[in-house]
């Protein structure tokens, strides 16, 4: 069974680079959304973008 996977990303984290999240999208064959500005903590940092995100990707899964 196919599984969408949803990666959201800082720009900016110090923690796990954007190079780290690009190669674990790629290895998960999901979609990446990078949040520019953001560090370690997306969803905290930009709610709003986040919850953008994320309610975008769970809306195209009910296909």
């Given at each position: 069974?196919?599984?969408?996977?949803?990666?959201?990303?800082?720009?900016?984290?110090?923690?796990?680079?954007?190079?780290?999240?690009?190669?674990?999208?790629d290895?998960l064959?999901?979609?990446?959304?990078?949040?520019?500005?953001?560090?370690?903590?997306?969803?905290?940092?930009?709610?709003?973008?986040?919850?953008?995100?994320?309610?975008?990707?769970?809306?195209?899964?009910?296909?």
């Amino acid at each position: 069974m196919l599984q969408h996977v949803l990666v959201i990303w800082g720009s900016k984290d110090p923690v796990f680079p954007l190079s780290e999240g690009r190669q674990l999208a790629d290895a998960l064959h999901a979609q990446l959304v990078v949040i520019d500005g953001a560090a370690h903590g997306p969803n905290f940092q930009d709610p709003a973008e986040f919850n953008q995100a994320l309610l975008s990707f769970l809306d195209g899964q009910h296909e």
